[in-house]
């Protein structure tokens, strides 16, 4: 039944993402607000499936937390995103991040659906799995993905934004005028940067303590950990930057890309490589 929900919500994040679309374009208040209705009935729609599943997963005698493979991780990745976006647009009164921020949800939910390669079946834990630090670590890195990749929405928003008032003689663009100005967009990205480094840092002490848990050790070099580390020492960069350089701008907009592009490959690229965390592939 879980698995019939989430796919609904597929189509629902989907038309939301649309709906968001017509508003940045139109400028119309119902599209807006019709787009914030669909989001929230989706998030209420996952969260009532995630539910079901872990309560699904006690009767089957193997109760666990839905975290704990790709097709979950998957889908809480999913549903974290939409929470901190839902929770942005809430404090700053404004939606046009919508069509930039929650097509990765509804690509998020669509690649679990549909790829051959990912059982949506609840499994068993595998024996690393079974620590009570699953929950803690896997949340407080999620949290970290959804935050950067929000940012990363941001920071192509403020590249589509260019110089303030371009685009006014060109009826193709002239959907910008719509979105925030250049300095409220840097400083969300700068806000969400922030959020995201601070649990992926709370993800990777916590990751520590259970790969010590777990395999008697705190840092191995699996794919996974140096590919953490490497995305964890990009967004120190970009924060450094912004503190010591004084960077602002573009600069940090292009820095958030990059460092998205580095979260992709830390959650998904080293699922092709052999390591510790291989379990995900499943």
């Not at 995630?50 to 009767?59: M, N, P």
């Not at 009570?132 to 589509?160: D, E, K, P, Q, R």
């Not at 990777?204 to 303590?209: R, S, W, Y």
């Not at 259970?210 to 020492?233: C, F, N």
Request: aromatic share 16%.
């Amino acid at each position: 039944m879980n698995t019939v929900i989430l796919n609904w919500v597929t189509f629902i994040y989907f038309g939301a993402a649309v709906f968001y679309l017509i508003h940045m374009l139109r400028g119309d208040d119902f599209w807006g607000k019709a787009a914030t209705v669909t989001a929230c009935a989706g998030i209420a729609a996952q969260t009532v499936a995630l539910i079901v599943r872990w309560v699904e997963s006690y009767s089957m005698g193997i109760g666990h937390i839905p975290l704990s493979n790709l097709y979950e991780s998957l889908i809480f990745f999913a549903w974290t995103i939409m929470l901190l976006y839902l929770i942005m647009e809430w404090r700053i009164r404004n939606k046009s991040a919508g069509p930039f921020v929650t097509p990765f949800a509804f690509l998020l939910m669509a690649y679990a659906s549909i790829s051959p390669n990912i059982s949506g079946q609840i499994q068993p834990l595998i024996p690393a799995l079974k620590s009570n630090w699953l929950t803690s670590h896997v949340m407080t890195c999620f949290m970290g993905y959804a935050s950067f990749a929000i940012a990363g929405g941001l920071g192509f928003m403020y590249l589509v934004k260019g110089e303030e008032g371009a685009g006014r003689g060109g009826p193709s663009l002239s959907f910008r005028r719509f979105l925030p100005s250049r300095d409220a967009l840097d400083e969300l990205i700068y806000q969400c940067t922030i959020l995201g480094f601070i649990f992926l840092t709370l993800g990777i002490i916590t990751g520590a303590v259970w790969a010590h848990y777990a395999w008697g050790r705190y840092w191995g070099w699996d794919p996974k950990e140096t590919w953490s580390l490497i995305t964890w020492l990009v967004y120190a960069a970009m924060l450094h930057s912004r503190y010591v350089r004084g960077w602002r701008g573009k600069r940090m907009a292009v820095m958030a890309l990059v460092g998205l592009a580095c979260v992709l490959v830390t959650y998904l690229g080293v699922n092709y490589l052999p390591g510790l965390h291989s379990y995900i592939k499943s």
